[in-house]
């Protein structure tokens, strides 16, 4: 792969991962309610989802979408339905006021787990990957161009979410962020289903 088209692949995936969307809203929960460790185990975790829809993507997944409409629908409504679930527990944890938002308290192997999942339900990100990864891939392509587009998808994503998930469990930061976890519990409640509507409702244009 060319030096230059690698760089659009990683600016690509770049912006993808830097967009606000569920992804950074499940890393600021667990950084909120756990602390550094599961913040980052939630990114790293992710970041195998992440892999697994870009080896899926390598494979032909946009072949087999356009094929299938109808498991692409499937695979989307799944995803949404665990979004709003998301959205609804993170509205009922915000209703338990600014005192008690400390103690949602989340550990390690739950961040590891919904890591995995809202990587795998996000509607963002299949989205992302069949209608933008796609694009960099053509069936003659070597294995080794392959594994670099799965490798770029996975490392930026996870290099992103770690960032984020040190900078907000900075010791100046997180209290801060604390105070407001009713807030944001609300706000990212709100927009997870928001999010799960619109996709139900309508195509993701
Ligand atoms: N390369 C990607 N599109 N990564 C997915 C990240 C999704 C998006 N940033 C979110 O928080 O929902």
Redesign the pocket.
Known sequence: MPFSLWLSLAA????????????????LRHTLGGGRLPGVTAGLF?ALG?GFYALLTVLGLGALMARFPLLFQLVTWGGAAYLAWLGIKALRAGRAGAVQAHAVITTSPQAAREGVL??LS?P??IL??VA??SQFISPEMSVTAKAIIVLT?MI??GA?YVLVALLLSHSRVLPWLQQRAHWINRATGVMLIALALRVVLGPLA
């Open positions: 690509i995936c770049a912006m993808g991962a830097m967009s606000p969307g569920p992804s950074l809203a499940l890393v992710h992440v809202v990587a996000n963002k990100l992302f990957f933008l990864l998808a930026i994503d992103w």
